[in-house]
Each structure stands twice: as C-alpha cells, then as structure tokens.
C-alpha cells in the first residue's frame, strides 16, 4: 500500500522560509518520480516542482528561484525547501509519486499515488 505522508507546513510572515517533507512508502521510491502540488482556496491544484529519480527537477514559474526540491533516496523522502515566501504562495501542498517520468510533470494525472497534504500559511 503506497503512502505518502507530507510534513513541515505552518504559517510565516512573508519573506520567511518552509521546508516540506514528505516520505513516502509501499513504492521503489528510488524509480519515481516525484513531485509537489498546491492548491489554494478557490483554485485549482497546481504543480509546483517535480524531481526525477536521478535528480533533474523542474519548477513553475511562480516559483523558480524560490523553491528548490530535492530527495534523499536512502530515506525515502522528497523535500520541497521555500524561501522568500510570499502570499500568493499560500495553500495546501501535496506531495505525489508516478510511477512512469513521461508526460507532463505539472499534470495531475501522471501522478499514481498523493498524500493528504500540509497547509502553507503566509502573512502579509
């Protein structure tokens, strides 16, 4: 059974930084692709940033810069490190696996297995 459980959410003044975790279980973590997604009130997820297993990552615009992703394969995990945040950054962040690294990494549909998300709060 895959899990994927995010962490590290909370709320900050703008400028400040968040990093997110997420591990994940029940896959080869290690031949995934992975990637990172937000959703704010009254829009529609999003893709934030995506690593590929050996590490080739890609970011929306909004974000490059900002955010940077990474993974630490021995453990499982996938890391989304924010800096600069701003409100428009603000939402719920959802870490998500597939299986197959082709296709549209910002489309939701590639994407087998999601987490239950972390919220992001950033005051102005």
């Known amino acids: 059974q895959v899990q994927l459980a995010e962490s590290g959410g909370g709320s900050v003044q703008t400028g400040g930084s968040l990093r997110l975790s997420c591990a994940a279980s029940g896959i080869r973590f290690s031949a995934y692709c992975m990637g990172w997604f937000r959703q704010s009130p009254g829009e529609e997820r999003e893709g934030v940033a995506s690593?590929?297993?050996?590490?080739?990552?890609s970011y929306a615009d909004s974000v490059k810069g900002r955010f940077t992703i990474s993974r630490t394969n021995a453990e499982n995990t996938v890391y989304l490190q924010m800096n600069s945040l701003k409100p428009e950054d603000i939402g719920m962040y959802y870490c998500?696996?597939?299986?197959?690294?082709?296709?549209?990494?910002?489309?939701?549909?590639?994407?087998?297995?999601w987490g239950q998300g972390t919220q992001v709060t950033v005051s102005s």
């Open positions: 998500a696996a597939r299986s197959s690294c082709s296709g549209s990494w910002y489309s939701e549909t590639a994407y087998n297995a």
């Open positions: 690593i590929s297993p050996f590490g080739t990552t």
